[in-house]
């Protein structure tokens, strides 16, 4: 399977990228600041942009398994602005922490060979 880089493909690959900069960035700062609430809005922002720019990007222009986990990333995002805005710090940690962990699947799952990004780094 070979996809080429299409304007959409760059998009959801440099959202994607940008994600888990600034994700792993928030794990290391402090929580609760304005800086925080900040990021965390450009983080979900970048997310929206990755699992959405997803349904563009098909294998055969058939939906993937993958497709479920960009489903499941838009509603953990819900969920977790939802929970931070009723004051639920607790679950709202847990959702970021597991579309953080989500997103560090995916794009580990990207570099597996035959992949795209397999293929752009390693070929």
């Given at each position: 399977?070979?996809?080429?880089?299409?304007?959409?493909?760059?998009?959801?690959?440099?959202?994607?990228?940008?994600?888990?900069?600034?994700?792993?960035?928030?794990?290391?700062?402090?929580?609760?600041?304005?800086?925080?609430?900040?990021?965390?809005?450009?983080?979900?922002?970048?997310m929206?942009?990755?699992?959405?720019?997803?349904?563009?990007?098909?294998?055969?222009?058939?939906?993937?398994?993958?497709?479920?986990?960009?489903?499941?990333?838009?509603?953990?995002?819900?969920?977790?602005?939802?929970?931070?805005?009723?004051?639920?710090?607790?679950?709202?940690?847990?959702?970021?922490?597991?579309?953080?962990?989500?997103?560090a699947?995916?794009?580990?799952?990207?570099?597996?060979?035959?992949?795209?990004?397999?293929?752009?780094?390693?070929?």
């Amino acid at each position: 399977m070979h996809t080429t880089f299409t304007p959409i493909v760059l998009l959801h690959t440099f959202a994607a990228l940008a994600a888990v900069v600034l994700g792993a960035g928030m794990f290391l700062a402090r929580k609760g600041t304005f800086s925080h609430r900040v990021a965390g809005r450009g983080w979900v922002a970048l997310m929206l942009m990755t699992a959405i720019s997803s349904f563009w990007i098909r294998s055969s222009g058939s939906f993937s398994w993958i497709h479920l986990l960009s489903a499941w990333t838009l509603l953990s995002l819900a969920c977790a602005v939802y929970y931070v805005r009723r004051g639920n710090v607790r679950a709202h940690r847990r959702f970021m922490v597991g579309t953080f962990l989500g997103l560090a699947g995916a794009g580990l799952g990207a570099l597996a060979p035959g992949r795209t990004l397999h293929l752009f780094f390693f070929a």
